[in-house]
């Protein structure tokens, strides 16, 4: 059962279009996190949020944008979509302490 | 500037023998290290994890192994299984991890019948 949900599985999208990626977490944890991943490379941290109201970026500059209005809920969004944002993004969330963060199964996004 | 290091993109090892999965690091900082396992289309799923504290952590089939004076640490499976073959991640945490996790370039595991 997953504890940690994200929506599409898959999105073929075309360029320019504005897109929200969705995660969902059911475990009620402060601490969520997106990651985007290219083939063959390592999990890029872009967002994060330490809770309601919070959002920061991560290592590794994106062009999305990310809410937190909600503590079970964090979207992610690209206003216009380009071909160098196809990848795949993953959400995860951090209980409290080191480790413990779970991920969902992610979404892969080809813009094309 | 990568801060954890994972040096082979692939590995093919035998049913039934012992795979070892390489990390090293450069961040001192780093005191919690995590092994995740990810097969294609999928989220990475948690393995085993080793505190700075610790050089040894076993679970099962799986122990990892933490170096700090040589900022390395290693995964051991054995015995390989057939459903074992997927990408292996290293990933580290400084300072309880709140800003996320730092992750490897991963590696590819396949056991061979």
């Known amino acids: 059962e997953a504890d940690i949900y994200q929506t599409p599985r898959y999105l073929v999208i075309g360029t320019g279009k504005k897109i929200t990626l969705e995660c969902s977490q059911t475990?009620?944890?402060?601490?969520m996190y997106w990651y985007q991943q290219d083939p063959g490379m390592e999990l890029h941290l872009i967002h994060y949020?330490?809770?309601?109201?919070?959002?920061e970026k991560g290592d590794l500059s994106s062009e999305s944008t990310v809410s937190r209005i909600r503590t079970e809920h964090f979207p992610l969004t690209l206003e216009s979509a380009r071909p160098s944002h196809t990848s795949q993004y993953l959400c995860?969330?951090?209980?409290?302490?080191?480790?413990?963060?779970?991920f969902g199964s992610g979404t892969r996004l080809t813009v094309v | 500037d990568q801060q954890v290091k994972q040096n082979s993109p692939s590995l093919s090892v035998q049913e039934g023998r012992i795979s070892i999965l390489n990390c090293d690091y450069t961040?001192?900082?780093?005191?919690?290290f995590l092994w995740y396992k990810k097969y294609p289309a999928e989220g990475p799923t948690f393995l085993i994890s080793i505190s700075s504290i610790k050089d040894k952590n076993e679970d099962g089939r799986f122990t990892v192994f933490l170096n700090k004076s040589a900022k390395h640490l290693s995964l051991h499976i054995v015995p390989s299984q057939p459903g074992d073959s997927a990408v292996y991640f290293c990933?580290?945490?400084?300072?309880?991890?709140?800003?996320?996790?730092?992750f490897g370039k991963g590696t590819h595991l396949i056991i061979q019948p």
């Open positions: 475990m009620g944890h402060d601490k």
């Open positions: 990933a580290a945490i400084a300072g309880g991890g709140a800003d996320g996790l730092t």
């Open positions: 995860a969330s951090s209980g409290p302490g080191s480790g413990g963060y779970t």
């Open positions: 949020s330490y809770g309601v109201n919070s959002t």
């Open positions: 961040n001192s900082m780093f005191d919690y």
